[in-house]
């Protein structure tokens, strides 16, 4: 564990050290926040309330996969990370420092969302719910994490910001993420509950306020998780067997 919380402190004074790299990640959410909930539906508490809580699965996925799809693709063209594998202690405690980053500037992605709701809408939390939903936040964070570990280590630097973009867009729009729980365009109603976005926000839903989960939904986010772990892994063992060859 003190390797591992080495390799995070390491990770985040690298990340800290070019401050776009988190403003990049808490941009979106934040703008969205503002241009399209607080002049929609900021004056209803019921309705502010889930739109953050899909704002901030919303960045919970731009963090995870921008900063795992793109900073692992990036780290791989440095001499400093085939080095960190030849190590005595092995890889693990990279890895689990890098998820330990990553999960701390998650949360630090989320101070706007959540700064801008409390600030400019009736968007209201009980300190349960609150509490719930930091727990959720982990939870959720597993998929894209995943899916930004698999295009990372799958594809070099350049190719993995274009698949991190194209793939972010859609997920987000597909999973339901832009419009209220009940308000989304037909087909959207029929793929979402299919995408990893849909489980992971409407547990979000859950967390803050009375919103059910959709079985099929929860049951999908649960085989993305197993599929895209096996992605990940996948990819790994084969860009290491590229270096070590």
Do not use: C
Not at 29 to 54: H, N, Q, R, S
Not at 136 to 154: D, E, W
Not at 197 to 211: H, I, K, P, S
Not at 216 to 240: C, H, K, N, P
């Amino acid at each position: 564990m003190r390797l591992a919380l080495v390799h995070a402190r390491y990770q985040l004074l690298q990340t800290i050290r070019i401050p776009v790299a988190v403003f990049g990640s808490a941009f979106f959410p934040a703008v969205a926040m503002l241009f399209f909930v607080v002049p929609f539906a900021g004056d209803d508490p019921t309705g502010a309330t889930y739109a953050t809580a899909a704002m901030v699965t919303f960045a919970v996925m731009s963090a995870n996969i921008f900063q795992y799809g793109v900073g692992v693709a990036e780290d791989r063209d440095q001499p400093w990370n085939p080095y960190t594998r030849t190590l005595p202690a092995g890889a693990a405690p990279a890895f689990a420092g890098r998820v330990l980053a990553g999960l701390a500037l998650t949360f630090l992605s989320l101070l706007p969302v959540v700064v801008i709701a409390g600030l400019f809408t009736d968007a209201r939390i009980s300190p349960g719910a609150f509490g719930l939903a930091v727990a959720v936040v982990g939870l959720i964070s597993v998929p894209f994490t995943l899916m930004g570990l698999a295009i990372g280590y799958a594809l070099p630097s350049k190719a993995a910001i274009v698949v991190a973009q194209i793939v972010f867009f859609p997920l987000a729009f597909g999973g339901g993420l832009l419009s209220a729980p009940d308000a989304a365009p037909a087909f959207v109603r029929a793929i979402a509950p299919y995408l990893p976005t849909r489980g992971a926000v409407e547990l979000m839903w859950a967390a803050v306020g009375d919103w059910r989960p959709a079985p099929v939904a929860v049951a999908m986010l649960g085989v993305w998780v197993v599929a895209l772990a096996a992605l990940a892994g996948w990819a790994y063992r084969r860009d290491e067997g590229r270096r070590f060859r």
